[in-house]
Structures are given as structure tokens and as C-alpha cells.
């Protein structure tokens, strides 16, 4: 059976104008049949440029294969996995109204993308692996940055993430000892230490800014979280390969994952 998203109907540049407005202000500029969504967005042809510095590092040929598109927004990457032919999109997101967009969107173009509201935390209610997944621009947006990463690692990263964050404070990346003695100081000052930098109030006037780290933070994360980091395309994208989460096995880590499956079966 055709899902919603797969019944083409043939819009009219009028009625798409006219629906774009309806679904209020966008964060991506997707072109549908040549009309933008967002023209005058404050960081230029966004996410397109984005998408440009790192399309690369995927493969052109997706067909068969499964990605999950996490915080996906208006779908702009969800669209361009469907474009390389990927057999299955999943996106997901906590806001109604970016994925009326999404779904909108994906209706004048055809893709049978799946669109579901759901947070990032919520993911080991999707019970399924995905060979790509997508996380590109929601991590500072966390209270819970690294629970994240650990959730995404245990119940839905099979092979690929692509990880993106806003990222401030120094981009050199110092050597760290795995250990150090209980007086050393200096070590915490020097820039390149991974350090994330809290945002209590708000950050260029979003409270949903929370956790913004610097290079060697956004990578030691994605290390501890299990995922070896394979090509960094661009400063704030990192393409990952899923690898063991060995912290999960500690003790404090491995009680909050076995409350977490609890709940997933309840
Ligand atoms: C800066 S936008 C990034 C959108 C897109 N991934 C990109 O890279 O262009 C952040 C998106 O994450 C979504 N988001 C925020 N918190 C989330 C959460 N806990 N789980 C899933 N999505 C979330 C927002 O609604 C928003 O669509």
C-alpha cells in the first residue's frame, strides 16, 4: 500500500507558494518546483551549503540500504537520502510544525519519507538498526548531549553516523594522557582539552542552546560514546563508524540503559 507521502499530486506554483507560508517561518531552504521556503535565511542557502561540504563522504549509491534522519526539520537531508535512492527514510523530529513541513515537502517531491515526532531520547522505541544515521545540528541542543550519543550508539546506529554540531572555543585538538595524577591543573587550561561550554540562559537569542564544545570535545564524545570517527569533511561534521561503547559496561552507565530497555518493553 502507497503511504501518504508517495501519492504525487501535481501542485501548482501558486498553491505551493500560498502552503509554504501557511506552514509558518522555515529553517531550510528547500527549492520545491523553484520556489524557496526559506530565501533569507541568516546563514545563506542553508542546509545546501552544508550538504555540499560533506556529500561526499557518503555513498552516491544508497539504494537498499536504511538511513534515520535525526532532528530532521523540513527534511532537506531526508530528501537527499531519497534522491540517492536509499530504501528506507525515517525521520524524526520534537517539533509538529517542522514536520508538517517535512511531510509537505516531501509530498511535491514525490519521496516516501516516514515522518514521526519523536526525541532523539525516544529512539529504542523505533526497534530498528539503521545503516545511516543522520544527527546533524541537534546535539547542542540538549540538556543530555552524551546520553544521546550513547542511545543512538545501543539502539539504532548500525553502521554510519553523521554527526554535525555548532561548535565554539579553540579548533586544535591536544593530546590527552588516558590518565593524570589527582594534582595536575594545567592540563584543564589548555585550549585544546576537550571542554564543553555551558549556556545557561540562551545563546544568538535560542534557550534551546544548551552544550557547545570545542573540536577535541565533539570528538573525545563521539569516541566515548563508541564511534570511531573515520573522516571529518568539514570542521563541524564528523563521519562515524559505530565500534564498541565500553562505558556503557560501567556500572552507572550500564543500570541507566537496563532501566531504559526496561521501558522500551513495558
Ligand atoms: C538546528 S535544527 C537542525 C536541523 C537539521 N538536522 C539540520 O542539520 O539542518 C535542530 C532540529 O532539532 C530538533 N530537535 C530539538 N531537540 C530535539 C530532540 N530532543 N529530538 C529530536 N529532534 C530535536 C529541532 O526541532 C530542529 O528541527
Known amino acids: 500500500m502507497k503511504t501518504h507521502s508517495t501519492i504525487r499530486r501535481?501542485?501548482?506554483?501558486e498553491e505551493i507558494r500560498q502552503r509554504i507560508h501557511e506552514l509558518g517561518q522555515w529553517f531550510h531552504?528547500?527549492?520545491?518546483?523553484?520556489?524557496?521556503?526559506?530565501?533569507?535565511?541568516?546563514?545563506?542557502?542553508?542546509p545546501s551549503f552544508k550538504?555540499?561540504?560533506?556529500?561526499?563522504?557518503?555513498?552516491?549509491?544508497?539504494?537498499?540500504?536504511?538511513?534515520?534522519?535525526?532532528?530532521?526539520?523540513?527534511?532537506?537531508?531526508?530528501?537527499?537520502?531519497?534522491?540517492?535512492?536509499?530504501?528506507?527514510?525515517v525521520g524524526i523530529?520534537?517539533?509538529?510544525?517542522?514536520?508538517?513541513?517535512?511531510?509537505?515537502?516531501?509530498?511535491v517531491c514525490g519521496a516516501d519519507i516516514e515522518f514521526r515526532q519523536m526525541s532523539v531520547y525516544e529512539v529504542a522505541r523505533l526497534r530498528e538498526k539503521f545503516d545511516i544515521v543522520l544527527y546533524t545540528g541537534v546535539s547542542y541542543h540538549l540538556r543530555h548531549p552524551l546520553l544521546a550519543l550513547d542511545l543512538l550508539h545501543e539502539f539504532v546506529v548500525r553502521?554510519?553516523?553523521?554527526?554535525?554540531s555548532l561548535l565554539r572555543g579553540s579548533t586544535t585538538v591536544d593530546r590527552v594522557e588516558p590518565d593524570y595524577p589527582f594534582a595536575e591543573a594545567d592540563v584543564f587550561n589548555q585550549s585544546g582539552y576537550p571542554k564543553m561550554h555551558f549556556v545557561e540562559d540562551r545563546f544568538a537569542g535560542d534557550p534551546t542552546n544548551w552544550w557547545i564544545p570545542n573540536l577535541a570535545c565533539a570528538e573525545a564524545m563521539l569516541r566515548s560514546a563508541g564511534f570511531t570517527i573515520v573522516e571529518h569533511?568539514?570542521?563541524?561534521?564528523?563521519?562515524?563508524?559505530?565500534?564498541?561503547?565500553?562505558?556503557?559496561?560501567?556500572?552507572?552507565?550500564?543500570?541507566?540503559?537496563r532501566s531504559l530497555k526496561g521501558g522500551v518493553r513495558s
Open 51 to 89: 550538504w555540499r561540504a560533506f556529500e561526499r563522504s557518503l555513498p552516491a549509491d544508497l539504494s537498499g540500504m536504511t538511513v534515520l534522519d535525526v532532528g530532521c526539520n523540513a527534511g532537506f537531508f531526508s530528501l537527499e537520502m531519497k534522491k540517492r535512492g536509499a530504501g528506507r527514510v
Open 233 to 257: 569533511p568539514e570542521l563541524e561534521v564528523f563521519i562515524c563508524r559505530r565500534a564498541a561503547n565500553t562505558v556503557w559496561a560501567q556500572e552507572e552507565s550500564g543500570a541507566l540503559l
Open 10 to 13: 501535481q501542485w501548482s506554483q
Open 29 to 46: 531552504n528547500l527549492n520545491l518546483c523553484g520556489i524557496e521556503t526559506a530565501p533569507d535565511h541568516f546563514l545563506g542557502d542553508y
Open 159 to 164: 553502521d554510519l553516523l553523521v554527526f554535525q
Open 93 to 107: 523530529d520534537t517539533d509538529d510544525g517542522y514536520l508538517e513541513q517535512a511531510r509537505f515537502a516531501a509530498q
